[in-house]
């Protein structure tokens, strides 16, 4: 599968490089902590970064993106409603307590529909607000990064600010409609397939 995953910081935040394994090119997706370790991870591999992209603004998805734009000289790209969740007075809040760094003002504000690539690289943006309003879901090569809008067996929070149950559910009806085999990447925890959450996650 052409990701890579790495838990960082203390919400054990799932960072993925998202990659083509000819080229090497790759999308950070949600860097929430621990720079050195997804340079480190990033190195290794022989990684050349496009952008970071994030699922959603929440502080724990986004301590780590500062640090990869200045080494890698990235574009930062994620949905405008999550640009505006980011510096919320409570993610900033949260940020502080963390003692994470909120990012700099986005490159290129994402929005429903609409296929992000660079160079052989390219992924389908579908907008999932409920856990937050700027969440979405990315989708490309059978993979869907679900941040923190469905996990495995689990689905997100709606108890935060901008959070709303109802619209959770509008977006989980947007997950039932892919493929049953698409591979499900979550914001936390562990990976799953589509066709088994159907069968063991009580909220699809
Ligand atoms: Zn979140
Ligand atoms: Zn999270």
Redesign the pocket.
């Known amino acids: 599968m052409p990701y890579l995953k790495l838990a960082v910081g203390e919400?054990q935040?799932n960072v993925y490089l998202f990659f083509s394994a000819s080229s090497r090119n790759c999308f950070i997706v949600?860097p929430?902590a621990e720079a050195e370790r997804i340079i480190a991870a990033i190195e290794k591999e022989k990684l050349l970064p496009q952008a970071v992209i994030l699922t959603?603004g929440?502080a724990?998805?986004v301590g780590a993106v500062t640090a990869l734009l200045s080494r890698f000289h990235l574009p930062l790209w994620l949905h405008e409603a999550a640009e505006k969740e980011m510096r919320s007075q409570v993610n900033r809040e949260i940020a502080a307590m963390f003692g994470l760094e909120l990012p700099p003002a986005a490159s290129r504000l994402l929005t429903n529909g609409e296929t992000i690539g660079a160079a052989d690289l390219k992924l389908e943006v579908i907008h999932s607000p409920g856990?937050s309003p700027g969440s979405i879901l990315l989708y490309g090569e059978g993979l869907l990064f679900t941040?923190?809008t469905l996990f495995k067996d689990d689905v997100?929070r709606t108890d935060l600010p901008g959070g709303d149950e109802l619209q959770l559910r509008c977006s989980l009806d947007k997950i039932r409609k892919f493929p049953a085999a698409t591979v499900i990447l979550p914001?936390?925890g562990a990976a799953s397939i589509l066709e088994q959450e159907l069968k063991s996650n009580p909220y699809l």
């Open positions: 919400l935040t949600d929430g959603h929440h724990d998805h856990h941040g923190d997100g914001g936390h």
